[in-house]
């Protein structure tokens, strides 16, 4: 069994390693043991929680050979499509009932590959879960991929079930559906994605030397804005050349705020220069919600850049005529004057 986060002891360590570097196909009990591998994991972590190393083998689905259930050392997941794993909401559940409840947890999808391996597609928290009580099996329900399918077509197929079952029923995160339409070949997910590889942007390690992007969902929303799309690239690259930013994650709301900005500035007679408003932002020290926190309710992004226009940069006479553009009535400026 390999530990996956370099025999790191440390929960911290264990859980940033787990959640933002770990991708690929991976053993779901080498997960198992990097988490017990934690300092004082089991005489601390799961104080008071019951284990059960005999988990599933009691009950009337106790034949492993029948299929019904399967050993957890031969269960894999595929962090490709999977939604990332958080290890101290698994321990804040586990503790929150005081054990693993089979009766609760019900099977687990997994799909057979081609190779024989088995993928847990639905269900891969449930059986870390388990391995953590030091469970040695779960009950499973399989699907079995065509025999001439390639890795790929089984990844492909997986998430898409993972995506319809997950976003129809568990609510995944706006970021977490994307991540997995991805995967499947959505062409506008992968037109996103370009555009996010443009922007130097990574959301879930899909665009791994990228900035942070500190949410995705207004990204989305912007991009679909025809009008906005391109600027979200520029205005990204401001963002991240401000010196006193570069540490920081990119906040959602100033990018896309500063993207309706950069739309605006090129509709005006004497429009500033991309190198000009960096300057601006250079000399100024306000935090990135300095700039995005004042906004009023579904006129988000105008409010960041009627802020922007207004209060960081200096339009050179163009200030009336930007207001003139933007989609803020006078009551609505006079608001934000007053922020």
Partial sequence: MANLANNADKLSVVAGTLANTLKGEVKIIDIIETIKNISNFKSETLENIDLNPNL???NVYDDIKSGYIMAISDLWVDLTYQRTIRVQKLIKLLKSIGKFDESVAGHVDVAIRPDGRAFVWDGFRRTTMAG??????????????PRNSSNKECRITEAKMYKVRN???????????FKSKTVYGDEEALEILDTLKTSKLNILNLVPNGRSLGGFQHFEETWRKENLRDYLPDASQIIQKVQRWKNDSVSVNLLCGLAEFLHINDELSHPLSQIEILEYFENKDNRQNDIAKNRLSGKSRES??????????????STKEFNQLIDLD??????LQNF
């Fill in 330 to 335: 006078s009551e609505q400026q006079e608001m």
């Fill in 167 to 177: 976003s129809d029923y568990e609510k995944m995160k706006p970021e977490e559906v």
């Fill in 304 to 317: 960041i850049a009627f802020y922007i226009g207004n209060k960081v940069v200096k339009l050179n006479g």
């Fill in 132 to 145: 953590l009580v030091d469970g040695e099996a779960i009950k499973v329900s399989k699907f079995k991929h």
């Fill in 56 to 58: 599933y083998k009691d």
